[in-house]
């Protein structure tokens, strides 16, 4: 599936982080970044953003609670999304800070 980096899993699950994931398959056109930011407010305490990149790939940025950014992976995973996840490959690093709430970009 993807490849975990830079400590994953590691820390209190409150830590705050941020989460980069790029997500490859079926994944513009079909309300995709949409539904992350309505993932992204449902679980609520994230900031950050899903952008479409030139590639075809969808990048969500999201930073809060180690355990909401892990939430957010778990759905971007499920294949409980819109249009087709063929897979996601995330970082792990510490928040940058700057965001107001979670864009569609």
Avoid at 87 to 103: K, L
């Amino acid at each position: 599936m993807g490849t975990r980096t830079e400590g994953a899993g590691e820390g209190a699950a409150g830590e705050t982080v941020r989460m980069t994931a790029w997500v490859r398959g079926q994944v513009q056109g079909v309300g995709f970044r949409w539904f992350t930011r309505a993932n992204a407010l449902r679980i609520g305490g994230l900031e950050g953003f899903a952008l479409n990149l030139g590639d075809g790939r969808v990048q969500v940025v999201a930073e809060g609670p180690r355990d909401r950014c892990e939430l957010l992976l778990e759905w971007l995973r499920t294949g409980d999304t819109p249009g087709r996840v063929e897979g996601v490959t995330e970082i792990w690093g510490p928040p940058r800070g700057g965001y107001e709430g979670f864009a569609i970009r």
